[in-house]
């Protein structure tokens, strides 16, 4: 309301360039409200006026919360094109908080996009940068994203430690909503460790606090995370409750990666209780929602959970292309991790797929035994083993390649750098328009 009062005022004095801030001011609050098409409306009109006047420190801000919104819409080629916009100038003009929000942003894009090395390398390059303005509020959001980007590759005992400065900070510094985003954070966390309890505390402290700040964003997030907990204890009514809350917040605010999570949620209840039709509905709404906004690292747990329930139905053809879609989604995370160490834990986390692929496949052997579905299950299991034993090796320093014909090693590293290739130009087309065919 003050802010639209503000620029009828700025308009009724054809100052061009306060008409532009309040412009963006305007967009950021009824982004807030979750009226997305609204404030991409007042963007433009904001980028376009800033550029008219020549504010170029202004125009980055337009762009970067420009790029933010289309990443939230699920749109993420066109937001990283205004991330990439805004970086520049704000290193440009020496804004060295700019600057740390952009690559903020873009990190959290990569970590959507299933690119968590990329995601780390961003959020690094953020954090000295707030650091260095003093700006603590900033850097308790970064050090949060950082340890979800560990929490997501498996590291846990560094997830928790940047989880909990996080929190200091963001107390220390009264952000409310930020501390409540971290305490749900942390609930994650236990409910993976199996402390459902502590789980449960964490989301009931932060569920308060976003309501008392008016983030709708966050609530529905909490809540969709309580459902789980309920799911997991076998509370089944309890548990969609919690996720019927969510749903119509989610949609309402045009959250759609959160609606693709609470409808995947909402298909684990229904697996659980014996509702095979039920459940393969929303798992299947919930996939062609993480595929529209393309978030991977969803899309192979939906696949895993669609691949399960054909599985469990007898439909084990069906159920072999679900799992071997998650399992090529998985290990196209896996090679762009750099860290051996990350790539071994986050290889330990995804364990369950390989256990339901190997089950799938030694099902399909028993209905039909000369079909060689064995020898594919043993492939399977061996090459999982291969893997670790091999990060081990590569941990403790042992040098594998001693004593190997040189034209292995030369056709290693052919192989090698043909990966790379295949690795830069899927993350190109993931980022743009692409066809399922490319």
């Known amino acids: 309301d003050y802010f639209t009062q503000a620029l009828t005022l700025r308009r009724s004095l054809k100052d ?122 900033g850097e308790a959001t970064i050090v949060n994203n950082i340890a979800y980007t560990y929490d997501s590759l498996g590291d846990k005992e560094s997830a928790l430690k940047y989880y909990n400065e996080s929190l200091v900070l963001r107390r220390a510094v009264g952000d409310r909503s930020g501390e409540a985003e971290t305490l749900n954070n942390l609930g994650l966390l236990y409910d993976s460790l199996g402390e459902r309890q502590k789980a449960l505390d964490h989301y009931n402290q932060a569920i308060p606090i976003f309501k008392a700040v008016g983030n709708p964003y966050g609530e529905a997030t909490t809540l969709s995370n309580i459902g789980l907990i309920y799911t997991a204890t076998g509370e089944y009514q309890k548990a969609l409750d919690y996720l019927n809350q969510s749903l119509p917040v989610r949609r309402a605010i045009g959250d759609r990666t959160g609606e693709s999570y609470s409808l995947n949620n909402i298909g684990l209840v229904y697996l659980k209780q014996g509702e095979a039709e039920k459940a393969a509905d929303f798992f299947n709404q919930a996939l062609t929602l993480s595929r529209a906004v393309s978030d991977r690292r969803s899309q192979s747990k939906m696949l895993f959970n669609l691949a399960r329930l054909e599985r469990d139905r007898n439909n084990l053809d069906a159920a072999r292309t679900r799992i071997e879609e998650g399992i090529a989604i998985i290990e196209s995370i896996r090679t762009k991790i750099n860290s051996q160490q990350l790539r071994a834990s986050y290889f330990a986390s995804v364990q369950d797929f390989y256990m339901l692929y190997i089950d799938i496949l030694m099902r399909l052997h028993k209905q039909n035994p000369n079909a060689g579905h064995d020898a594919e299950a043993l492939q399977a299991s061996e090459r999982a083993r291969a893997r670790i034993l091999l990060e081990m090796l590569v941990e403790s320093g042992a040098d594998i390649r001693q004593g190997v014909e040189p034209a292995l090693l030369e056709r290693e590293r052919v192989l090698q750098k043909q990966l790379n290739d295949a690795a830069q130009e899927q993350t190109k087309l993931l980022v743009s328009q692409h066809t399922a065919e490319q």
């Open 16 to 137: 061009q360039a306060g008409e532009a801030l309040q412009l963006n001011n305007v967009a950021v609050a009824t982004k807030a409200l979750g009226n997305t098409q609204q404030a991409m409306e007042y963007f433009t009109q904001a980028l376009a006026l800033h550029r008219a006047t020549g504010n170029r420190y202004e125009e980055a801000i337009t762009l970067n919360n420009m790029g933010h919104l289309y990443d939230v819409l699920g749109e993420k080629q066109k937001a990283l094109d205004y991330y990439n916009q805004a970086l520049p100038i704000r290193r440009a003009l020496g804004d060295r908080s700019g600057e740390a929000y952009t690559l903020n942003n873009t990190g959290l894009l990569y970590l959507g996009l299933g690119e968590t090395q990329k995601a780390l390398d961003y959020f690094t390059q953020s954090l000295p940068l707030w650091r260095a303005t003093g700006n603590r509020a």
